[in-house]
């Protein structure tokens, strides 16, 4: 983020921990959505959905907020 001339470190922060995950997270949610309605084997149950949630909210967004400010100090 520093390449592309950004100042603030909490918007690098941010950026990086919440729109990269939230993507692949609505990717993985399209994918098993498409699976339950063909009905196939292969869905992931919707309790480890929300495990993965729950772990990147809170591992990998206060994670990438410190590597965001220790970069950027």
Excluded: H
């Excluded at 950004?6 to 990086?16: C, I, K, N, Q, Y």
């Excluded at 309790?47 to 591992?59: D, E, K, Q």
Aim: proline share 4%; charged share 10%.
């Amino acid at each position: 983020m520093r390449y592309f001339g950004a100042t603030d470190w909490r918007l690098a922060g941010e950026a990086a921990s919440y729109m990269l995950p939230a993507g692949i997270l609505v990717c993985v949610f399209i994918v098993d959505l498409i699976d339950y309605f063909e009905k196939s084997d292969q869905l992931l149950p919707v309790t480890s959905f929300f495990w993965v949630v729950i772990v990147w909210a809170f591992l990998s967004i206060p994670a990438a907020n410190l590597g965001a400010y220790l970069a950027f100090t």
